[in-house]
């Protein structure tokens, strides 16, 4: 009869162990369709962002990229949380924008991604994990030649002035190509996964 009890608990822990297994890859197939769905909401926001900011450069200079940046960039944010549920910003350690001062999470991102770009491993340069809060993805914004004009070491006295009018507080200057100058936050809540 010991013997019995032995087997049979023994086969309890192996079915046990199968289905922590199924579970666990569930979850990990999950983790990665939200990962997916994080990505694309950061390219859209970028494919809508850029081009934008890009014909206000043409026609109107770094005074009309930084209204595009103070007034549309969040638009965008706002529209695309309300399409997808997931909580879309960006945030800087830097911040330009009040509102865009990292939370703890975002802040080690921010750190992690400086730390991985110093050390020439840029690639990729995201990540994400399930949080209490919710599922959270992070994608780091690096510094690009269009950047540079508003956000570079030598700005023209008229970019200085719109920056004064938009963001009297900016503490976003002083960037240099390939820098990381903050990152794509995007939270999906716990509630609605």
Same mark, same amino acid.
Request: glycine fraction near 6%; charged fraction near 25%.
């Given at each position: 009869?010991? +013997?019995?009890?032995?087997?049979?608990?023994?086969?309890?822990?192996?079915?046990?162990?199968?289905?922590?297994?199924?579970?666990?890859?569930?979850?990990?197939?999950?983790?990665?369709?939200?990962?997916? !769905?994080? &990505?694309?909401?950061?390219? +859209?926001?970028?494919?809508?962002?850029?081009?934008?900011?890009?014909?206000?450069?043409?026609?109107?200079?770094?005074?009309?990229?930084?209204?595009?940046?103070?007034?549309?960039?969040?638009?965008?944010?706002?529209?695309?949380?309300? !399409?997808?549920?997931?909580?879309?910003? +960006?945030?800087?350690? #830097?911040? +330009?924008?009040?509102?865009?001062?990292?939370?703890?999470?975002?802040?080690?991102?921010?750190?992690?991604?400086?730390?991985?770009?110093?050390?020439?491993?840029?690639?990729?340069?995201?990540?994400?994990?399930?949080?209490? !809060?919710?599922?959270?993805?992070?994608?780091?914004?690096?510094?690009?030649?269009?950047?540079?004009?508003?956000?570079?070491?030598?700005?023209?006295?008229?970019?200085? #002035?719109?920056?004064?009018?938009?963001?009297?507080?900016? &503490?976003?200057?002083?960037?240099?190509?390939? !820098?990381?100058?903050?990152?794509?936050?995007?939270?999906?809540?716990?509630?609605?996964?």
């Amino acid at each position: 009869m010991t +013997r019995l009890t032995l087997a049979r608990t023994v086969l309890a822990i192996w079915v046990f162990g199968l289905m922590t297994l199924d579970v666990s890859a569930g979850q990990d197939d999950a983790q990665k369709a939200l990962t997916e !769905e994080a &990505r694309q909401l950061v390219a +859209r926001f970028a494919g809508q962002l850029k081009p934008q900011l890009k014909q206000a450069l043409q026609s109107g200079g770094p005074s009309a990229a930084i209204s595009v940046c103070a007034e549309v960039a969040p638009a965008i944010a706002a529209n695309l949380s309300l !399409e997808s549920g997931w909580r879309v910003r +960006r945030a800087s350690d #830097k911040n +330009r924008n009040p509102a865009a001062v990292p939370d703890s999470w975002e802040q080690t991102r921010i750190d992690a991604f400086k730390a991985e770009v110093l050390a020439n491993e840029t690639r990729g340069l995201e990540y994400s994990e399930q949080t209490e !809060e919710g599922f959270r993805y992070a994608k780091a914004q690096l510094t690009e030649s269009l950047c540079l004009m508003c956000h570079g070491t030598q700005l023209a006295d008229s970019t200085l #002035k719109a920056l004064g009018a938009f963001y009297p507080n900016d &503490r976003a200057q002083g960037y240099e190509l390939g !820098e990381v100058r903050g990152i794509f936050s995007l939270v999906k809540p716990a509630k609605d996964q």
